[in-house]
C-alpha cells in the first residue's frame, strides 16, 4: 500500500506530541519530517520535546529540523504558552533525555528544498504558529504550487482558548497566520477549536491506552491525562473527564477527510485589533464577495477520533 507523505509542523506541547506519534506509527502514512516552531515552549524546548518523543517511539530515524524562534513581525511576542500556563502541557515532555539530534539546517530552508525537489505529494500539516510556513512562503511565494494539500490546526470561530477573541496558533503569530491564509494554497483545510473541541479523548480511553502497554500508548496516556487535569483546572469544558487533542485530529482528518465535517469559507486572520488580535475571521455568511480560501472543519466525530488514536498507539 502507497504510504501518503507527511511534514508535520510543531510546538510540542502535549497534543502535538500525540500528533506525532500518531504520524509516525501509521503503517499507512510516511512522516518525511518534523519541523519545529516557537509556540507552546521556547523553541529549543519545542525540538527537544520533539526529538524526545520520536526517541520514545523508536522513531529517532525521522530528521527534525528547528525553525523560527519567534513571531514574524511581533517584537512584545507573549510568554510561550506552556511555560504561562503549564496546565495543558510540560515545560518538557516527562520522557528519557533525547539521543537523536536536531538537522542542522534551519526548517523553512528544508521546507523550500524539500517541497521544491519532490517527486512525490507531500501534504503538509502545521499544528503550531505557522512562523515556519509564513517565512518559507517569503522566501518562496511558488511554494503553494508544490504543496498539494496544508492541514492546519488552528482559529475559532464559536470557540476561542487565548482570549475572547482567538486561538492560541494564531493569536501567538498573527502575522504569519494572515500570511498562510492569503497564500492561495490550492487545497487548504483549517481545522478550528470548534472541531477539535470534538475531539476529545477521555480518562477511560487513557485508561485502555495505559493498559495496552505499549510506549507510545502510555505516553498519550500521561500527556492526555496532563490535558484533561489542565482543561479541569483552567478552562471548563461539559465533559470534565475528557480533554481535546487537537492537533492529533489533524492527522486523523488526513487519513479520514470525513471524520470532520467541512464547509468552504473565505478565511482572514486579524492582525490589527485591539480585542480581536488573531482572531480568525470567516465568513460563513458570505458577506466579503472572497472566494473560498479554505475547507473549514466546523465538527467532528468524535467516536471515531478515539478508536484512530486508540487502534494507532496499541497496535
Ligand atoms: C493549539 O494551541 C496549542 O496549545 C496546541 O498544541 C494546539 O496546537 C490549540 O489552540
Ligand atoms: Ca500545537
Known amino acids: 500500500m502507497p504510504r501518503r507523505k507527511l511534514i508535520l509542523d510543531v510546538d510540542t506541547g502535549t497534543d502535538d506530541a500525540v500528533a506525532i ?32 518523543t520520536l526517541d520514545h517511539i523508536g522513531r529517532g530515524d525521522i530528521p527534525v529540523y528547528a525553525g523560527l524562534s519567534r513571531p514574524i513581525a511581533r517584537l512584545d511576542f507573549p510568554t510561550p504558552r506552556g511555560e504561562r500556563d503549564p496546565g495543558v502541557h510540560f515545560v518538557e515532555m516527562p520522557l ?35 512562523s515556519n510556513v509564513a517565512s518559507a512562503l517569503a522566501l518562496f511565494p511558488r511554494l503553494v504550487e508544490f504543496v498539494p494539500e496544508v492541514i492546519i490546526m488552528g482559529g475559532g470561530h464559536d470557540v476561542a482558548n487565548v482570549t475572547p477573541a482567538a486561538e492560541f496558533n494564531f493569536w501567538a503569530d498573527p502575522e504569519a497566520a494572515a500570511l498562510v491564509l492569503a497564500a492561495g494554497f490550492r487545497n487548504l483545510t483549517l481545522v478550528p477549536l ?22 507510545a500508548a502510555e505516553a498519550a496516556a500521561v500527556f492526555i491525562e496532563k490535558r484533561i487535569q489542565g482543561y479541569r483546572a483552567y478552562q471548563r469544558l461539559d ?77
Open 239 to 315: 465533559n470534565h473527564d475528557a480533554a481535546p487533542v487537537h492537533d492529533a485530529l489533524c492527522v486523523a482528518a488526513l487519513l479520514q477527510p470525513d471524520i470532520v465535517e467541512t464547509c468552504r469559507h473565505f478565511v482572514a486572520v486579524e492582525t490589527a485589533g485591539a480585542l480581536t488580535i488573531g482572531r480568525s475571521v470567516i465568513d460563513t455568511s458570505f458577506r466579503s464577495g472572497k472566494a473560498a480560501n479554505a475547507r473549514v472543519a466546523f465538527n467532528a466525530d468524535t467516536a471515531r477520533f478515539g478508536r484512530f488514536v486508540l487502534e494507532t498507539l496499541m497496535a
Open 21 to 52: 506519534m500518531l504520524a509516525a506509527l501509521r503503517p499507512d502514512l510516511e512522516l518525511i519530517a518534523c519541523t519545529t516552531v516557537n509556540g507552546n515552549c521556547v523553541l529549543e524546548r519545542t525540538t527537544d520535546n520533539t526529538l524526545r
Open 96 to 130: 528519557a533525555k533525547a539521543k537523536s539530534k536536531a538537522q542542522a539546517t534551519d526548517a523553512v530552508e528544508f521546507l523550500i528544498e524539500t517541497y521544491r525537489n519532490a517527486t512525490d505529494e507531500i501534504s503538509l500539516v502545521p499544528v503550531g504558529p505557522l
Open 194 to 215: 470548534d472541531a477539535t473541541h470534538k475531539a476529545v479523548i477521555s480518562f477511560e480511553q487513557c485508561s485502555a491506552l495505559r493498559a495496552s502497554g505499549r510506549p
